[in-house]
């Protein structure tokens, strides 16, 4: 039996099946493939006195006492010893049962992490296991730590993954080998060695990040899997029907007419590109990719207009509502003709306002809006959107993403789809996570721009550089000043931003100074970056709210504070605030003091380099095995074990891999989709 129902396993009721399908684990080849997060190596049992505090351990201990206190809090506290040191375990969440478990002369075996007490060792809330005789053997694999939920212990998942192996036969296996993977392990045998590695193995080899054949047989399979979905997914994609968006009129004429630039040659090239896609009668699919600054806004613009002179409409969709508004000012401001047919819709949009430009979008009269998720909500209706723009797409959410698909009343037409980013992605994994797009690069910056100088600064000269800036601003500079957003735990501390404000403002009284935070009002927000626009203020003190997006070209200084909070690609989204106009801009990383090595390594790339592709590529060579690249930087992609930025080294033969079985084997294709992708390839279809 390949597959079964989670009840046919025994221990599996309703309320058990409930909490398996809330960690995504619908039958027993879920369960299989549900792989361990870590692992405990209770194959042999330690000496207390051999043992090292911080670490977990597994010790077998005879107990001396068992005691239930009152002080300061409800708490089981046991003393047990080995034969080399004695040792205190306790317990704060506890029934009457379990405390009549640990009498005196028990032998019970412990595992948990020892650590070093007002008392002495001790170890709280261990895993344990009562044994009746020492020559009990003890496990003859490493345990496997699963992620699970709350009311399903980790011994129960792994009876229940037990089961499903033991009875999984491998009978849908795939023989990739055929298609050129090399591997000495079939799947079953993967996933026999993922779940119970042999005592001899290392942890570190089978745990995430390391390097066991059986891990990259899995993660490998998975790449493939992906990459067989992606393929489909484009299939699927040529055969929808969208509107044939040929004609330039008055819009697309109007736009070029009134941005005030010369378009930069990679500009034209996309432009012309875009032109071609959305003429044709298949929807189009195109990520333009452009570093910060390299003018994607326009080239989105432009577009527009031409889908508009085709008696569609136009969707301009960005993040936040502080990068809408921008837009849509800047956007009207190329249709002067055309205003009244170009609408803003926000969550901050007044209840009346909303009604209006509903009614405009389903009876045509609004061409062109912009907006953020408010557009996605099920009474917005359009009478023919022609193309949707994406901007900063990596920003949504996958499913709000797909939803603007199915907008148009009473036609089964698909609108074109253009998606913005400038999350720098090195190309090898763009080819493969934007599979089912085609790929515009905006590889050139408007003329005239000077590379950003960027330098670090410690913390403990921030007086001085508020002096310096002082300087700078009497001389007409502007000044974006970042600060980290605050994490909980530092929540009685004061707002960095307002602290820094408050910093600025006695030390330098006479330069304009204010200060933007998420929790501001919308409108409160809209004012105080439009005063920095215009030059009322000088410097402008926020949290990451202006990482996307907000243009105020005259901003020639950004202060990042705390930059060692910062990953790269988003010091260097941050610091492409400026730049922007032709003055010689600066960028300061004010850090702690105390600064770690990666910290480090990244403010020097950022200190070497402008260029966003150099900047991603780096980042990938400085970032540790196992560390998780946050699903913000592809937008969300359904991987369970595959880290594109660890395994990016797998891309490549995976791939081919994959085209193989795409075009030879469309049976096996699906049976891969299902396997690993089960419903959410869905997800990629955005
Ligand atoms: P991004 O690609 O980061 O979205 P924007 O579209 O916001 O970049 O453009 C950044 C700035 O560059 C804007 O102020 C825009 O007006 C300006 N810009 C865009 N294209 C050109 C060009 N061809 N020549 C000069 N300036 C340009
Ligand atoms: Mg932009």
Redesign the pocket.
């Known amino acids: 039996m390949a597959n079964f129902d989670l009840e046919n396993i025994s221990g599996v009721g309703p309320s058990i099946k409930n909490k398996l399908n809330s960690i995504g684990i619908f039958n027993s080849r879920d369960l299989c493939f549900h792989l361990p997060v870590n692992y405990q190596d209770r194959t042999k049992v330690v000496q207390l006195a051999n043992a090292e505090v911080g670490k977990e351990i597994f010790i077998e201990c005879e107990i001396a006492s068992c005691q239930v206190l009152y002080r300061p809090r409800k708490m089981m506290i046991i003393k047990a010893s080995d034969s080399s040191r004695s040792i205190l375990i306790r317990f704060f969440y506890f029934n009457p049962g379990q405390a009549k478990q640990f009498r005196a002369k028990k032998i019970i075996r412990f595992y948990g992490a020892l650590r070093l007490g007002a008392y002495g060792l001790e170890m709280i809330h261990p895993e344990y296991q009562i044994i009746d005789d020492s020559d009990m053997p003890t496990e003859q694999c490493l345990t496997a730590v699963y992620r699970t939920t709350k009311g399903l212990s980790q011994n129960q998942l792994r009876k229940f993954i037990k089961a499903s192996i033991s009875s999984y036969d491998g009978s849908d296996e795939i023989d990739l080998k055929k298609y050129g993977l090399v591997s000495k392990l079939s799947l079953i045998d993967a996933l026999d060695n993922i779940h119970f590695p042999d005592k001899k193995i290392v942890i570190d080899d089978i745990a995430p990040g390391g390097q066991h054949p059986a891990r990259q047989r899995l993660i490998k399979e998975e790449m493939i899997a992906f990459q067989v979905g992606m393929a489909s997914l484009k299939d699927r994609q040529e055969h929808l029907q969208a509107t044939a968006l040929s004609t330039q009129g008055g819009w697309y004429k109007s736009v070029l007419r009134n941005f005030p630039?010369?378009?930069?040659g990679a500009?034209k090239r996309v432009v012309d590109e875009i032109g071609i896609d959305i003429a044709k009668t298949a929807p189009m699919m195109r990520l333009v990719q452009?570093d910060?600054?390299?003018?994607?806004?326009?080239v989105a613009a432009i577009s527009a207009a031409q889908s508009i002179d085709n008696n569609a409409q136009a969707a301009f969709m960005a993040p936040t509502t502080l990068l809408a508004e921008q837009h849509y000012i800047n956007l009207k401001n190329y249709f002067p003709d055309y205003k009244e047919s170009i609408a803003l819709l926000t969550g901050s949009t007044k209840a009346k306002e909303k009604e209006k430009i509903k009614n405009g979008l389903s009876s045509g009269s609004i061409r062109l809006v912009i907006g953020t998720h408010a557009l996605f909500q099920d009474d917005v209706s359009f009478l023919l959107l022609g193309l949707i723009i994406i901007d900063e797409q990596h920003r949504f959410g996958v499913n709000q993403r797909l939803s603007l698909r199915s907008k148009n009343i009473e036609t089964a037409l698909i609108p074109h789809q253009l998606t913005l980013t400038?999350t720098p992605i090195p190309r090898t994994m763009a080819m493969s996570v934007y599979a089912n797009m085609d790929i515009s690069i905006i590889d050139e910056l408007?003329?005239g721009r000077l590379p950003i100088q960027t330098t670090s600064l410690g913390m403990k000269k921030k007086e001085q550089l508020i002096s310096r800036i002082e300087q700078a601003c009497l001389k007409g500079s502007q000044v974006y000043w970042v600060c980290a957003l605050i994490e909980e735990s530092e929540l009685m501390n004061a707002n960095p931003v307002e602290e820094t404000y408050e910093q600025i403002i006695k030390q330098i009284p006479s330069i304009t100074c204010s200060f933007l935070h998420g929790k501001m009002k919308a409108d409160e927000k809209l004012n105080t970056i439009n005063e920095f626009k215009n030059g009322k203020t000088q410097i402008m003190v926020s949290t990451t709210v202006i990482e996307v997006?907000v243009?105020v070209?005259d901003a020639d200084i950004m202060i990042i504070e705390n930059a060692e909070r910062f990953g790269l690609a988003q010091l260097h989204q941050l610091r492409?605030r400026i730049g922007?106009g032709s003055k010689q801009s600066h960028c300061i990383l004010l850090h702690n003091e105390s600064v770690g090595e990666i910290a480090h390594q990244r403010m020097d790339i950022l200190k070497e380099s402008t260029d966003g592709f150099y900047i991603a590529e780096k980042d990938l060579m400085i970032r540790g095995p196992g560390e998780i690249m946050g699903s913000q930087q592809t937008g969300v992609i359904p991987f369970k074990y595959t880290d594109l930025m660890r395994d990016s080294d797998y891309l490549e033969e995976t791939r081919m891999i994959a085209d193989k079985i795409y075009k030879e084997d469309k049976k096996n294709s699906e049976k891969l989709i299902q396997r690993w992708l089960s419903g959410s390839i869905d997800f990629a279809d955005a």
Not at 292 to 298: A, F, H, L, P, Q
């Open positions: 630039y010369e378009l930069t500009q452009g910060v600054g390299s003018g994607k806004t326009i400038a408007p003329p997006g243009d070209p492409g922007r």
